[in-house]
């Protein structure tokens, strides 16, 4: 089966995924730990980490997330406890919010 063409990523993710992919790189090299080293600790392939590190968008969250803690490169720049704490604010938050949202059947008037 033929490789799907690449999904089109706006300018802002793909520096945020170059960014983030060259700090989880820096902090590995950082703490001496070579590329297998860290494949082996998150339970991961070599070839995986080589793509985190090289920004690829087509990474698992969950691989990109673990390898990040594991070097020590904090997310959303808080603590573990803060973040136990924004998650919960946000699950209260979200109970508020309808449960899901519908198209508008309204048309917008934009003819000024």
Same mark, same amino acid.
């Given at each position: 089966m033929p490789k799907p063409p690449d999904r089109p990523y706006s300018r802002y993710s793909r520096d945020a995924l170059t960014l983030l992919g060259q700090m989880i790189r820096?902090?590995?090299?950082?703490?001496?730990?070579? @590329?297998? +080293?860290? /494949?082996?600790?998150? #339970? &991961?392939?070599?070839?995986?980490?080589?793509?985190?590190?090289?920004?690829?968008?087509?990474?698992?969250?969950?691989? @990109?997330? +673990?390898? /990040?803690?594991?070097? #020590? &490169?904090?997310l959303f720049d808080a603590a573990p406890g803060v973040l136990g704490q924004a998650i919960g604010t946000n699950a209260a938050m979200l109970e508020l919010l309808p449960k899901s949202v519908r198209a508008s059947a309204k048309e917008a008037k934009d003819d000024f």
């Open positions: 820096r902090a590995r090299i950082e703490r001496g730990l070579t @590329v297998a +080293e860290l /494949a082996t600790r998150a #339970g &991961v392939s070599r070839g995986l980490i080589q793509r985190i590190e090289r920004g690829d968008p087509g990474c698992t969250i969950g691989a @990109v997330f +673990e390898t /990040a803690a594991i070097v #020590g &490169v904090r």
